[in-house]
């Protein structure tokens, strides 16, 4: 019979669900996938959290048709959840709410890798909502950069795009900088006539920081227009996310041209101007990878690991009950 495994891949925009079947020979088919709102903890709350993943999961049973079979294993690649204290909470809420599936946490940039690559062996880079970097050698040592949260970290992420969208945006109304047409293109989005009024928009906003995010594609239409200020800001983004895979390339020693390079996050998928920008900027710094593997379904790689990896229990000692997620 068919094992029943589940994969999650949650960040600051929304929560993907798979299930899959593992038959005796280890093959792996999705039976069942949906779509919920946000789940990374620091984001929403850890009660917002675990409804999102909850309703996805319930969501996927139904697609897949098999609401009542049981899960017995689950990788969680979660942004916002890659330490322990954040796992331990998330744990304590699963297993109150009787969950006994054997379950693995990861952060979403190991799901970025397990998505790209069948052995996870690389650098995986990640831009959506926040940013973030891992690395995995061959001697199974790894690394990360970035991943430190939109109050001191996410440099090259949508809420960083955003941010420094409003900060042109501020400084054109001033007078203080150069004229560009994210004013028009904000004052548009937000159903604004004058800078005053942004403060009271984004202010009173029930998610400040997604809603700035949301201007990140701002700055791909006005840089499309060869806009000054939108082109500078790309940039700087490609700039700083440059950092994050120069640094793991550096600690792990990878060969600095024909490493392994996946690239995942909505800025990197859609955005081929970034992509572009990122690649020149790693040409700089004398690095060249193989062709970058563009990861648009994350999800992919929680679904393999929760197949393939030893789980984890929900005690944390590596072994878990069986069971069953309700």
Avoid at 90 to 104: C, D, K
Avoid at 160 to 173: F, I, N
């Amino acid at each position: 019979m068919a094992r029943r495994v589940l994969g999650i891949d949650g960040g600051g925009s929304k929560t993907d669900a798979w299930i899959g079947e593992v038959d005796d020979r280890g093959a792996l088919t999705v039976v069942g996938r949906a779509a919920g709102p946000p789940s990374n903890p620091r984001a929403v709350g850890f009660e917002a959290s675990e409804k999102a993943i909850t309703e996805s999961i319930d969501a996927a049973r139904r697609a897949s048709r098999i609401e009542g079979a049981p899960i017995e294993s689950v990788c969680l690649a979660l942004a916002g959840a890659g330490r322990a204290s954040e796992q331990d909470e998330l744990r304590a809420r699963f297993a109150a709410a009787g969950w006994t599936a054997r379950i693995r946490f990861v952060h979403d940039g190991w799901a970025a890798l397990a998505s790209a690559f069948d052995d996870p062996i690389g650098v995986a880079l990640i831009a959506g909502t926040g940013s973030l970097a891992f690395a995995r050698d061959r001697s199974s040592r790894e690394a990360r950069a970035g991943g430190w949260g939109y109050w001191f970290g996410d440099e090259g992420s949508g809420f960083d795009l955003g941010r420094q969208t409003l900060r042109a945006v501020s400084r054109a109304v001033d007078g203080r900088g150069p004229a560009t047409s994210l004013v028009q293109l904000v004052f548009e989005q937000f159903g604004i006539r004058e800078g005053s009024q942004l403060v009271e928009v984004l202010y009173k906003a029930e998610s400040p920081r997604g809603r700035i995010a949301t201007l990140a594609p701002l700055v791909f239409a006005a840089a499309d227009q060869s806009d000054g200020p939108a082109l500078a800001i790309l940039d700087d983004a490609a700039a700083a996310l440059s950092e994050h895979v120069v640094a793991l390339v550096e600690r792990l020693a990878f060969p600095r041209v024909g490493f392994p390079l996946a690239l995942a996050g909505g800025l990197l998928i859609h955005g081929s101007t970034l992509r572009a920008r990122l690649l020149d900027a790693l040409a700089a710094r004398g690095l060249m990878p193989a062709a970058p593997f563009v990861v648009r379904e994350p999800v992919v790689g929680a679904l393999r690991i929760a197949s393939r990896e030893p789980p984890v229990g929900l005690a944390g000692d590596g072994g878990g009950a069986d069971g069953a997620v309700p």
